[in-house]
């Protein structure tokens, strides 16, 4: 280097150790107030005892909390950067208010599934005996039918002639009178009815089927030589207590039935085909 470049690099120098000696001279403030109070300067320690120290410092200074008020150098070892803030706790049962109105009721939601059927319950127990109901109607029969016949002849004469039977062959229930010669209707229906009759010969046979002293229909027959077998039938629909018979026209007409003891030539027969009650 020549004598040139000597004078640039001593300035350099001299004004790095104007700049730096100051710094490296000073001595913190809290040393100095320690060398003070203690009047003397202690000796020098070696690495290992200045390590023990300084980690007693340190550790020491963590353990105390210091003071929000006080401040920190950030090259100070051990001291936090930031003091952590503590979480704000907030009473609740503060902050509840009243209970409110109650609010309207909702739409109804939608049906669910039908569930399976459950398992039958045990069986209750027994009830009390009721009362006797209320009386109820007499017995009726649903059956009529009646059969009779008449072994003497009739003729005729100036009134009219209920034919009276003396031979019964059926005659259900007793509901045909074999002394008046009449059928009493005691169960209402419908019923049919049956005439037969042996003519006379040379004489008019004249008869009436009637119904509460009605004509309901003839059984007839002209003068003829000789002597026939003569029926007529029908169907009648009875009330309760209606009545049915024969009656032999009287004498304006000379008519007459034949019969006799040893055979039934003459006979009335009628039976319930439907009762009233049946739909």
């Not at 320690?34 to 410092?57: I, M, N």
């Not at 005659?171 to 209707?185: E, P, R, V």
Request: aromatic residues 10%; glycine residues 10%.
């Amino acid at each position: 280097m020549g004598p040139r470049g000597l004078g640039p690099a001593l300035a350099c120098c001299l004004l790095l150790a104007f700049a730096c000696g100051p710094v490296l001279g000073r001595v913190p403030h809290t040393q100095l107030e320690q060398q003070q109070q203690q009047g003397t300067r202690e000796p020098p320690l070696d690495h290992a005892e200045r390590d023990e120290e300084k980690h007693e410092k340190y550790s020491s200074r963590q353990e105390e909390e210091p003071p929000a008020s006080r401040c920190f150098r950030c090259c100070d070892p051990g001291t936090p950067m930031y003091q952590a803030i503590p979480v704000p706790q907030i009473n609740i049962t503060i902050l509840k208010g009243e209970k409110g109105d109650r609010g309207d009721r909702g739409v109804q939601g939608k049906y669910g599934k039908t569930g399976s059927v459950g398992a039958r319950g045990h069986a209750g127990p027994k009830g009390q005996k009721g009362s006797m109901g209320a009386p109820g109607d007499r017995c009726k029969n649903h059956y009529a039918a009646f059969s009779v016949g008449r072994k003497k002849p009739l003729h005729s004469n100036d009134y009219y002639q209920t034919v009276i039977f003396d031979t019964e062959f059926v005659n259900l229930y007793g509901h045909f009178n074999m002394f008046t010669g009449k059928f009493y209707c005691y169960v209402p229906g419908i019923y049919f009815f049956s005439l037969n009759v042996h003519t006379w010969n040379q004489k008019e046979t004249y008869l009436h089927i009637m119904k509460n002293g009605e004509e309901v229909v003839i059984l007839y027959a002209q003068v003829s030589d000789r002597s026939i077998m003569q029926s007529q039938s029908l169907m009648l629909e009875l009330q309760d207590q209606d009545e049915v018979w024969v009656r032999l026209f009287k004498g304006e007409r000379e008519n007459a039935i034949f019969s006799d003891e040893f055979d039934t030539y003459i006979t009335f027969s009628g039976y319930l085909v439907k009762p009233a009650t049946e739909p």
